[in-house]
């Protein structure tokens, strides 16, 4: 049985005080008691007063992105050591946003999968096509390549604690869904991908999310499907009433 996750991408908004009012905001909501996974994505400055906040509670802190090295001459990068040492668990992979702006190729998205993999992170490994993919019908050839070159390397006991998050550039931001139906055609896509690379029992256990512009509108359909595993939140997550009723729609609060 997969554990469900939602997970709150803040990308970089927040300062440290918002930060701190928006995570308080949220703990006062509910207590989040549930059989899911919940996590959040503050930016680097603001991990230390998140991680404080988020002590006792079931609420679990992500990294937004990591260096591919673990230490040394790397200027203004932050390692895996460091996301564990400032309370992380989970480090946010290849968003489309870092592929697109700050020209990340599948070979040093790799890199990051495999040292996030070795040093107790769970990655959350983006992909996504591109709207003139999709348009040309080329959205599982796009999906594959990815898969294949962030993946390579890898066997199945490294991979244990890899999360795919499947996010369509062309949604990220824009208000539009691929809608439930087409989400849980590529999520079966990328589940049976993963079973041919690696087996029935790891395609079986690995959780398979989806993101771009999901509101409380369209997160219970999404969740209704049977490969759609939790849901990768951005703007909605940054507003503790919006990124809260995702959740309810979603899951028991234990309310």
């Known amino acids: 049985m997969r554990q469900p996750i939602i ?30 996974d919940l996590v959040v994505a503050p930016p680097f400055t603001s991990l230390s007063v998140v991680n404080n906040s988020i002590k006792g509670s079931n609420i679990k802190l992500a990294g937004q992105n990591m260096a591919s090295k ?33 020209d990340e190729s599948d070979e ?20 996504g096509e ?9 959205t599982y050839e796009v999906l594959e390549g990815q898969l294949l070159a962030g993946l390579k390397g890898l066997n199945e006991e490294q991979l244990n604690s890899l999360l ?17 139906n087409k989400v849980q055609e590529v999520h079966s896509f990328i589940r049976n ?3 041919n690379s690696f087996g029935k029992n790891f395609a079986e256990r690995a959780r ?3 993101g771009g512009s999901v509101d409380s509108k369209i997160s219970s ?22 990124f809260y009723d995702i959740i309810k729609l979603s899951f028991e609060t234990g309310d």
């Open 130 to 138: 591109s709207f003139d993919d999709q348009k040309k019908g080329k």
């Open 7 to 36: 997970v709150g991408n803040w990308k970089m908004n927040m300062v440290i005080s918002a930060s701190s009012k928006l995570i308080e905001e949220l703990l006062d909501t509910s207590d989040f008691r549930g059989s899911f």
């Open 164 to 180: 795919i998050a499947y996010e369509p550039i062309w949604a990220i931001g824009s208000g539009h869904t691929a809608g439930a």
């Open 70 to 102: 673990l230490e040394g001459a790397q200027t203004g990068e932050v390692s895996a050591t460091m996301l564990k040492d400032a309370g992380c668990d989970y480090v946010i992979l290849g968003h489309s946003e870092r592929r697109q702006h700050q």
């Open 193 to 195: 991908w993963l079973k």
């Open 221 to 242: 359909s999404l969740m209704e499907q049977p490969d759609v595993d939790g849901l990768l939140v951005g703007g909605a997550s940054l507003k503790s009433k919006s």
């Open 108 to 127: 040093l998205i790799n890199k990051k999968v495999f040292i996030a993999c070795e040093n107790a992170l769970n990655a959350i490994f983006c992909i």
């Open 208 to 210: 398979i999310i989806y």
